[in-house]
């Protein structure tokens, strides 16, 4: 069976600091993959997906950035993160094919002190 | 372009209550509708799904029926318990030619007291 791993769980960095979240897929290959943000009490967000190996796709212009080094593992990054971007962060993954549900990693909280 | 509404939270109801849960879209094509549930402090988790008009998804006691003549998919469930206290997520899935994105709506917050 499928299983996706979202790591860490919570995160506390400086305004300023760099980002790295990871999110690793097992069990299919050549998923959908996709990032989420949940700001407290609101809905998602979709940040960017995946199609494939180096295809990304950003949906929102903002101050952070994603990557896909491998087929199962995609990787949301930032250079300088800033005060707002303290928020929920999803990972999914889907088939990719029409009406394919998304699956969704635990989430990391980050705060941005 | 596609949406999807909710019903406005928080909805607080005591134990074995019916609960009904709104939600209404719009989309061009033929959507796939799902509905989602979050705990506190984890990710979502698919309760249930439909994939054309007058299918019935259920899991849990939970069910929703696709009814394309009135663009809804309501959550409901005959009894609800202390466990079932979480948010909900209704999201469609567009037509053909879709990369697998869902369209979510804002979440119902579901507070159930004994």
């Known amino acids: 069976s499928q299983t996706i791993h979202q790591w860490p769980a919570t995160l506390v960095q400086p305004v300023g600091s760099p980002l790295s979240l990871e999110c690793t897929v097992e069990?299919?290959?050549?998923?959908?993959l996709y990032w989420y943000r949940q700001a407290a009490g609101r809905g998602l967000q979709l940040l960017f997906y995946?199609?494939?190996?180096?295809?990304i796709s950003s949906e929102v212009p903002q101050n952070l950035s994603a990557s896909r080094p491998q087929d199962r593992q995609f990787i949301l990054s930032s250079k300088k993160l800033l005060l707002s971007d303290s928020s929920f962060y999803l990972c999914?993954?889907?088939?990719?094919?029409?009406?394919?549900?998304?699956?969704f990693g635990n989430g990391t909280r980050l705060t941005v002190t | 372009g596609d949406s999807v509404t909710q019903m406005e939270g928080p909805v607080t109801l005591s134990e074995e209550a019916f609960l009904t849960i709104n939600c209404t879209y719009t989309?061009?094509?033929?959507?796939?509708l799902f509905w989602y549930v979050q705990y506190p402090g984890e990710g979502l988790q698919l309760l249930l799904k439909?994939?054309?008009?007058?299918d019935k998804g259920s899991n849990k006691g939970f069910e929703a029926t696709y009814r394309k003549e009135t663009t809804s998919f309501h959550l409901e469930k005959g009894s609800v318990q202390v466990s079932d206290s979480a948010v909900y997520f209704c999201?469609?899935?567009?037509?053909?030619?879709?990369?697998?994105?869902?369209?979510f709506g804002q979440g119902t917050t579901l507070q159930v007291k004994p």
């Open positions: 999201a469609l899935s567009p037509g053909s030619g879709n990369t697998g994105k869902l369209i």
């Open positions: 989309a061009t094509g033929y959507p796939s």
């Open positions: 995946s199609v494939g190996i180096g295809q």
């Open positions: 069990g299919t290959s050549n998923p959908n």
């Open positions: 999914a993954w889907s088939l990719g094919q029409d009406k394919s549900p998304l699956h």
């Open positions: 439909a994939t054309k008009a007058d």
